[in-house]
């Protein structure tokens, strides 16, 4: 049975579904997203209007053995940043896409009722119903009462109160296998879907024949290497298993570039309160665990359970780049507080990076002060509520900043910037200047090469090597996101050769197929490509390539600025 | 005593003068504004950040005697649209600075301190003071205050309380000499005022020796001609006067193109109560003043003063855009309540056609139910209060539509589009798209002749001869604009071939100089290349000069549709 792709037109409410055309069949994940985005979405349309798609798809390994290849990707023209949009997530809802032999979903139009729907997939297809009782809730309520009713197989997408306001900074949430939640985070994905009224999606994989694999005996060798070199890489065999992403606290604040008090200075006096090695120990003593992976299959097992002081689970999932952002960036040296705010986030459905910065910029504007963690927790609440201080806050770091009249407002194409100051890990600016998703670390993580001396070394305060290390970075993370495999997979193939042709043997033994290391180079690149385009051709420009002005500043302790000429940051694009 | 060139630098708190520089000479308004802005101010820089200038510049004409030249133009990048801008105003200012042999006032840098400045502007030049009265007070305040310490005579321009607030649809007020206010409307120039932190500007041309013209015989003889032209033409010479500019409701309405109800219909059923006939007779029968002009040597007297019904003063300069905005489009058909909101717009200071077309949005957002004229004026409480919704609403139209995720939000280059149905009145919508200062009606007003039958008549309801059309009423304007010539001059001397001339021929005798129609073309082209231009290096595309996606549905009376191609849009700028 070959793989289909489902379309849910909400304007009449009616699903078809198509074999993949010859050009889509070699793409998954990000690299069908963005490509069915390109292609089908009036670059122009607003993003909540009906000319937007969303658009969700598996990657290319999803649903089967391989480990850590259960992302899933979700694209669209954003609502935040205007231009194209992917993100991807772990949960179990790109396995069970693939396992129901669905390559892709894709959802257009506006319903004109104003109610809300679900849409049910399973092994007959895709139905729409409309939901009268799960409107207005948070997700963690949404997942449990699914979850009760459909059993602890079904996979879940929703999205929150957040999304269901088409509020700029709106994520969407997947289900994992064990009712946690993990977020399709950036650009505000949530907001489409909050326009088109979708609540939820079920997925039920019962009854499907599995993932076929072309070359079985190829696939099981090579995932026996992939595994292997996962497991022995220091980073993604060591560091992120026992301290998560929050390993970074201490690394990126020795190392001068943890942005703080809104990206003033590059060092936290607080920050040994919210590390990795805290945050371990603090989840040791509280019967949480200090590894756990955000989907069937990971062995790398980034992700935990933090439980509250009476051991009672609080949040999973808990990533460096939000305790950096409510951390760091807001003066806020308090796990326990940054853990509510990230419960919180995940059940009213916002982005916590986004929603980190933005808090940082409403203290910024004396909305709070900084260091105010109660503050901070209302401010989540009045986003939840819709209040009109909510709403602007849930449109992000760039929204509040405009508001309140400020300046110091640390976005590219309206985004967020992530936890990496600029002036200090320069590769990382590069990343965020150029990225067509807007400041965006995971598009182009040269904290690799630039703080943890993966694939070599790149002084982050010099600007020598850094566009070139971006592109790679960025090139070939384009690939991986199209694989269905989590980002943290980089570290090892870089290293690590027979890990990387591992990789490829995957791909090429699932579909019978004989990609090269230069055609994953070339689709990284085709992808990147599309997305530039689609980008340009909705209005941007290369003047949405750079850092926003008060980066000239020069921030401790280097004194590094943002000193990279418009001619450099444009040469990214030759390639 | 040739004129002089005045540079406040809020940073270091220091004045300079220059002389004019050779190719700034034969430039005025928003020739020198726009021409200052391009060349000075980067492109890409923050609007409320260090890089931005503001410009205040009064016509070539300005100071002198004649009719109709007191305008005042002010410029800087537009912290709502992001590109250039410029405004302009009546009131004593563009006089006051013209006598003082003033050519140009340009504010640059911000202040470190925190408290409020003001500009005092006299024959001695210009002095920086720390204002710790004013800070917070209303227009109205500020007038009294400021007119009853330094006399009648005194020009004022001011900001409210939303400039200080920095909002994005926050205006600049020019004093009239009878302690009326006009508005620097459009763009948001009042919050670059805030950021810079000038709370006022007072300018006293007490003890000058008057403006000096080359040729005084000359420039007599052509005065009398283009007053007698604006005395005679029935648009500026009847109907404006007797009825001001909202005569032009009826018209409109008539017409099927008087966006009601957030632009769903052509036609207000309440079209009656809010016209230019019912306001002539309520003015009349209240003692107020039928006509006034917004500025000594006005012949026009589009103005009025309108009182209460127990004959106190409530407004004046109480335009038909605003009557629309509150009126049609915001389905309040009650013109007192609408002058309560004229007023209370001018005391905070903020710009009406911008809140009038958000408060449309605002209904359509469900905040308060269309034809809620007591929830209007709440609303704008709000605004000059700073709450957190008044901060939203002060931001605009397309503010309020991110913030409650709505898509029917009729802005260009992110400013509110004016009272004028680009489906149904075909002409103005070219105008919208292109003009290099976002939907603006002033920038090229063909409802001259696609509704007044000024200068031919272009049929409103069909694609041909629009672009032209608007093309050479953007070109004249942009000239007009250099003048301090108020745009309704543009009614006589498109029909009556005398007055054009008198009017090249003042400019001429005031300067000693020969331009000809050619030249007066030429330059009209040269300001609005110079505008594009920095639009385009700061980021703009043609993308920009596109109305919103939902004027693809018919509006009635008419079924007429926004029909014209990106190409027939681009084609534009060929010239």
Redesign the interface.
Known sequence: MPDKIYRINMTDLKVTNEEVPEQWKGLGGRGLTSTIVAQEVK????P??K?NKLVFAPGLLSGTTCANSGRLSAGAKSPLTGGIKECNAGGTAAANFARLGIKVLIIDGLPEKDTFYSLKVDKNGVTIKEETELGGKGNYEVVKNLTEKLGKKIGIISMGPVGE????AANISVRTRDDYIRSLGRGGLG?VM??KKIKYITIDDSDTPGVPIADPKKFKAAGKIFAKALAEHPVSGGALKNYGTDVLVNILNEAGGLPTKNFRYGKFAGHEKISGETMHDTIAGRSGKVSHGCHTGCVIQCSQVYNDKDQKYMTSGFEYETIWAFGADCCIDDLDVIAQADHLMDDIGVDSIETGVMIGVAMEAGIIPFGDGQGMLGLLKEIGSG???G??LG?GAA?VG??????RVPVVKNQGIPAYDPRSVKGIGITYATSPMGADHTAGYTIATNILKVGGFVDPLKKEGQIELSRNLQIATAFIDSTGLCIFVAFPIIDIPAGFTAMVDMVNARFGISLTADDITKLGKQILRTEHEFNL?????N??D?L??FFEDPVLPHNAVWDFTDEEIDSFWNF
């Open positions: 670059p122009t349309c607003h909540l209007g000319y306001m088409r509020l700029a907001a909050g326009s209040t009109p201080l709403r602007i449109c929204a405009k508001a309140y009249g400020i300046t051709a909705a209005g941007f420009t003047k949405n750079r926003p002005e």
